[in-house]
């Protein structure tokens, strides 16, 4: 079965264009590092592969060193770039389409990887990206970001492959992290309309090591806080989370949220996927 899965992968691979560098778009997720193997075992002996992985006020910290243990166990080069999201209004605002604008800074910086250059300067670049959008993710029509992967031509080798059948084939690979909670950008912990300031990304960053600390959560178990319209901080949990709740009360977790910059604790209740998302229509061109 997962020899199956590996093979609709690597027949994406075939259709691809023929470039000197193919680079990752790379989080240390269970996606993107299962796109980073296949792609460096398939490409590297004859071109330039390298994982990269975006770097801004978004990015929690302890996300950045998975993503450099992951690229290193898999053996691929893995590199940082700094995006440029944080100065972009559109996105600051987050009125529903910040994650449209949050991946276009992304892949056009992305683009100019090879070259060294900044990301306003154009270039005919011989380079591929990718992405490791699924199955799963193309049913969601709150991820915006799908919109500007197709402006910049990113491949998405896993679109046919459910989420569940990427953890199966990244077990089948080897892949550490194959049964890790998705840890989307901190961002995505915003209420639409609360702005995507560092301070606010902070904030919810600061509160989630704490829950994790009091919890001592599994790495396969989902947490997120977030950062309600007026200042509310709530923790989603996945599974049942009344003895979770009575151990962060017993945390004094109200008084912590304070300390990090709430204006109150609203309490805790079960994890949903994209909780805060809402559905917008884009119309902005890629330039």
Known sequence: ????????????????????????????????????????????SVASVEAVI??????PPHQLNLARSVASKIGIPFRTVKTREYLNEDYLKNDGTA??????????????VQYGIAPSTSTSASTTLYNGTNASDLLD?????????????????????TKAEVRRLSKYLGLDNWNY????????RLEV???????????????????????????????RVRLLAG?????EIEGVVENEEAALVAA????????????????????????????????????
Not at 107 to 112: A, D, F, G, M, P
Not at 195 to 218: C, K, M, P, T, Y
């Open 99 to 112: 994650c449209f604008h949050c991946k276009n800074s992304l892949y056009e910086t992305l683009e100019n």
């Open 1 to 44: 079965m997962a020899a199956e899965l590996l093979s609709r992968v690597v027949n994406t691979l075939r259709t691809a264009p023929t470039t000197s560098h193919h680079i990752i778009a790379f989080s240390g997720g269970v996606d993107s590092s299962l796109v980073s193997k296949i792609v460096y075992n398939h490409f590297s």
């Open 141 to 161: 029509p709150t991820r915006l970001g799908l919109i500007s992967a197709k402006n910049f031509q990113v491949v998405s080798p896993l679109q046919s492959l």
């Open 54 to 59: 975006g770097v801004s006020p978004s990015l």
């Open 231 to 235: 200042g509310t901080g709530v923790v």
């Open 193 to 223: 309309g609360v702005r995507a300031e560092a301070e606010h990304l902070e904030r919810v960053n600061r509160a989630e090591i704490f829950v994790r600390g009091v919890l001592e959560v599994d790495v396969a178990r989902a947490i």
């Open 252 to 287: 004094n977790i109200r008084e912590a949220f304070l300390d990090f910059g709430f204006v109150s604790f609203g309490g805790v209740r079960a994890f949903k996927s994209g909780s805060l998302a809402v559905v917008k229509e884009v119309t902005v061109d890629r330039w």
């Open 181 to 188: 909670a998705a840890s989307p950008c901190l961002r995505s």
